[in-house]
């Protein structure tokens, strides 16, 4: 048999800096959601709490930003 991570209860290993860039452009491209999924998704991880927090936080401010800027010029989006 096989020790592969299924068969040993082993975890695999993600690559934080690359799951951390990516989450940071999902966050950027459509905070609301999708930001907020994956900053809860790496705050349940015991190895990506730091990193999920910082997530999350600009995912936050990023679509409070969006949304001000929305409300601000809504006249200018309107045909």
Do not use: D, H, Q
Not at 2 to 11: D, I, K, Q, S
Not at 43 to 55: A, D, F, H
């Amino acid at each position: 048999m096989e020790n592969t991570p299924e068969t040993t209860g082993e975890r695999a290993v993600i690559n934080r800096s690359r799951f951390f860039l990516c989450a940071v452009v999902i966050a950027v491209l459509n905070p609301i959601f999708s930001g907020l999924i994956l900053g809860l998704f790496m705050l349940s991880e015991p190895t990506l709490r730091k990193e999920g927090r910082i997530v999350m936080l600009f995912a936050v401010a990023w679509g409070l930003i969006v949304m001000l800027l929305l409300a601000k010029y809504r006249n200018f989006l309107t045909l």
